[in-house]
């Protein structure tokens, strides 16, 4: 079936560095991803989302681009801070309306003080 | 704070217990939704409910039930669980409106345990 997923389940930046994380879909027919972060102990929080009328997005110090040609997705976190360690999913649905997102497995981020 | 509750935070049950999740949220929305997460896989949507009326049900277990009084309440009824239905189960809500896209917010979720 159609899904969405992510390139690289962990990954490590030091304090100051700039993270991109990425996400890979396989619905052509999405039209709307979101990006949401995840604590330890928490549930997942709304950080950035992105039409697909559109490709680049940006918020405070995290951008999301996005490439319709090649079906990927990314979240750019500038100047990762500790408090940035987290669990990032990307989410996809398609059409205005639909109640169905579908999440990617997540990668972790771990800042390196 | 997200403006979604859950309760309780943590559950162990046995296999022949009943049981109940509580969701509440806090912020005028009309769409409210249970989602399962266990560990090495992505978050599985359950059941969705806008305006009280179920729209969503992903081919989930009879032994999952979820009721919605109101727009604001949401539970979810658990009757001889397996173990492997342990996991943590997260509430969320959004506008609901059709013809726009809803974000959706999240509540902290109830770590399941099932004996």
């Known amino acids: 079936g159609e899904s969405v997923g992510l390139h690289l389940p962990t990954l490590s930046v030091q304090e100051g560095d700039n993270s991109i994380i990425n996400c890979a879909y396989s619905n052509s027919a999405s039209d709307y991803f979101i990006w949401y972060k995840q604590e330890s102990g928490k549930g997942p929080q709304f950080i950035i989302d992105i039409r697909s009328n559109m490709d680049k997005r940006q918020g405070q110090r995290v951008t999301v681009l996005l490439n319709k040609t090649v079906k990927h997705l990314s979240l750019q976190i500038a100047a990762t801070q500790p408090g940035d360690s987290a669990v990032y999913f990307c989410a996809e649905t398609s059409g205005a309306g639909s109640y169905q997102l579908t999440f990617g497995k997540g990668t972790k981020l771990s800042v390196i003080p | 704070e997200t403006g979604v509750t859950q309760t309780p935070r943590h559950l162990v049950m046995g296999m022949t217990n009943k049981k109940s999740l509580k969701c509440e949220q806090h912020l005028g929305h009309n769409a409210m939704y249970w989602y399962k997460q266990s560990a090495k896989k992505p978050l599985e949507l359950m059941f969705v409910?806008?305006?009280?009326?179920?729209?969503e049900n992903n081919s989930v277990p009879s032994r999952f039930s979820p009721e919605c009084p109101n727009s604001s309440h949401l539970f979810l009824h658990l009757h001889t669980l397996q173990p492997e239905d342990s996991a943590l189960y997260l509430c969320?809500?959004?506008?609901?409106?059709?013809?726009?896209?809803?974000?959706?917010?999240f509540g902290p979720g109830t770590r399941l345990t099932v004996l």
């Open positions: 409910y806008n305006f009280k009326e179920q729209t």
């Open positions: 969320a809500s959004s506008q609901g409106d059709r013809g726009s896209y809803n974000e959706q917010f």
